[in-house]
């Protein structure tokens, strides 16, 4: 089993920056990819980023220039820099691992 657990949300102004982490415990050696997912009030939860076992990392065209995933060399934490925020993308940000883990996830709200 993988424990992630999520931090760094709050209250932003547009246009604004956030910085989030996801910090993993438990069996984070079996851990292959790592991704961040959001969902917005009313809306399904959607991919943004992910990183790879190989290190190759990809975003959704949404927020490819503005967010920035990174990952510490232990493997046991990602992190996620969110620049210039849009009041649209207020939603609860998760961390997710190997596809079947999720963590509780931090909200984010985009609003002056």
């Known amino acids: 089993q993988v424990q992630l657990v999520e931090s760094g949300g709050g209250l932003v102004q547009p246009g604004g920056s956030l910085r989030l982490s996801c910090t993993a415990s438990g069996a984070i050696s079996r851990i292959v990819n790592m991704a961040w997912y959001r969902q917005a009030p009313g809306k399904e939860r959607e991919w943004f980023a992910h990183i790879l076992s190989s290190g190759e990392i990809s975003y959704a065209t949404s927020v490819k220039g503005r967010f920035t995933l990174s990952k510490d060399n232990t493997g046991n934490a990602m992190y996620l820099q969110m620049n210039s925020l849009k009041p649209e993308e207020t939603a609860v940000y998760y961390c997710?691992?190997?596809?079947?883990?999720w963590g509780q996830g931090t909200q984010v709200t985009v609003s002056s």
């Open positions: 997710n691992a190997n596809v079947a883990f």
